[in-house]
Every structure is written in C-alpha cells, then in structure tokens.
C-alpha cells in the first residue's frame, strides 16, 4: 500500500516538473516576443511591397545674362617687364567695361599665372666628326597672363563690348553663353510639373496593377540642369582681323529641366 502511494506521488511530483518546465518555455518565449515588439515601438516598418514611377517637368525661359572671358598675355625678358605690360593692357580693359555699365562685382579675374620661356640651344662650334653635344634649355624671358570673367546684365550690350575689347587689341575672348540669372523660380516650377508627371503615372500604374497607393516612401531628383539652345562664343576678336561692326548675339531659349523618381508603397 504504502508502495503504490510513494509511485503515485513520484508520478504527480513528475508531471508537475514537465508541467512547470513547459510553462517556464512558455513565459520565456512571450516575454522575448514582447520584447522584439517593443524594440519596434516608434520604428517605421520597411514597406514590402512597392512600385517606382519617374515624371519630368521643364521650363523654358529666354537668357537674360551674358558671360564672357578674356585673356591678356605679355612676354619679356624679365617678369617686371612683362607684369607692368600685361597690367597697362588689362588696366584699359578693364576700364573700358567699367565705362560700359558694368558692376564691380560682375568683373572677376579668374587666373594669374607667371610662365618662365625657355629655348633649346645647340653649340655648332662644339660639333666634331662624332656629333654634337646635348644642347641646352636657356632662358629667354618671362610670360605673365590674366584672364577676367564678365557678366552683362544688359544682354542687348554684350555685341558693343565685345567690339570694343576687340578694339583696343585684345585677342584672347572665349566662352560667350547665355544664361538666366535667377532660375531658381523656374527650377522649382519645373520640379512640380515632374512631380504631377510621377503622381498621374501612379495612379494609372496602379489601376493597371489592381493596387492602392498607400504612402512615398521615397523620393529623388536629378538631372536639374539648364539645356542651353543659345549660344555663341567670340573668339579672334581684334588684331589685323578686327572688325568695328556690333556682332549680332542672337540667344534663342533655355530649358531647365527636372527629372524625380517616386516610389510608393503599395497593397
């Protein structure tokens, strides 16, 4: 008797430790499932499902600013020499569009550089039946250039000051654009043609796809770059060459473009 309620009680003793053991696991794995969820608490869950679609706006806008460069170069046998004429033609230049309306801060000097000249010489009377002897690098003086960078804001007097630069000897004029000064307006009108561009084509993508746009979740532009369609630039201007006739500058339109990619969570 005694035998059967120690086995009876050895069982219960057993059930109750595999019962205890199972509810531990049980406890255990809801709390770390608890505390998974709280570590996403506040957190954006990462869409599963998405589509990308793309638009494109663009602004046309005629220029109302034109750019130029000049260079002045002057060689001599010392760097004094060649800086004090360089200056004395730069000097001209400068004043010379001072005179034609145009502000300090739109005349901008974009490099100085001071060049030593070399020649290659080669001694004749050291020549002898096996040759000559390796010649050398003499120098022979000194190039100093400055180049300036001009704004004209008065896009009809870009033609005159061209001509009168070319008239007081300058050779060196390159890189004549147009441009618009403020674009600024115009980039973010040509942005939000692109953005309803991107949105029509979702809401068509997704009916073809028998989805619903839920929210963007993300959002990017590119390709925000003015199209220049005119453009001219001036170079020889001046010299034996030179003209007085006022170039004609025709400057035809700009295009600013911007191009966005929309990418839409979807269900």
Do not use: H
Not at 62 to 74: C, H, M, R, W
Not at 106 to 114: A, G, H, R
């Amino acid at each position: 008797m005694n035998g059967e309620l120690l086995g009876e009680k050895k069982k219960l003793i057993t059930t109750l430790v595999v019962v205890g053991a199972i509810l531990a696991l049980f406890l255990a794995m809801k709390t770390l499932g608890e505390i998974k969820q709280y570590g996403l608490i506040g957190k954006d869950m990462p869409p599963t499902s998405t589509i990308s679609v793309s638009g494109k706006g663009e602004k046309l806008a005629t220029p109302d600013v034109a750019e130029f460069s000049f260079s002045v170069i002057k060689e001599a046998k010392t760097v004094k020499e060649a800086q004090d004429n360089a200056a004395e033609k730069m000097n001209e230049a400068i004043a010379l569009i001072r005179g034609s309306g145009i502000e300090e801060k739109d005349i901008k000097t974009t490099s100085y550089n001071i060049y030593p000249k070399y020649e290659y010489r080669k001694s004749i009377a050291l020549c002898n039946e096996w040759g000559c002897p390796p010649g050398d690098q003499v120098l022979i003086g000194y190039e100093v250039s400055q180049s300036v960078s001009v704004k004209v804001r008065t896009i009809s007097d870009a033609g005159t000051i061209l001509s009168k630069i070319g008239g007081i000897g300058i050779s060196q004029v390159s890189g004549l654009t147009f441009s618009i000064d403020e674009k600024d307006a115009l980039k973010s009108e040509a942005r939000e043609m692109a953005i309803k561009d991107a949105q029509t084509k979702a809401v068509v993508l997704a009916k073809q796809l028998g989805v619903k746009l839920v929210r963007i979740v993300n959002f990017s532009e590119s390709g925000d770059y003015p199209i220049y369609y005119g453009k001219a630039a001036g170079y020889g201007l001046g010299g034996d060459d030179m003209t007085s006739s006022v170039p004609e500058l025709p400057v035809g339109e700009n295009t600013i473009t911007s191009n966005v990619t929309i990418v839409y969570e979807i269900r």
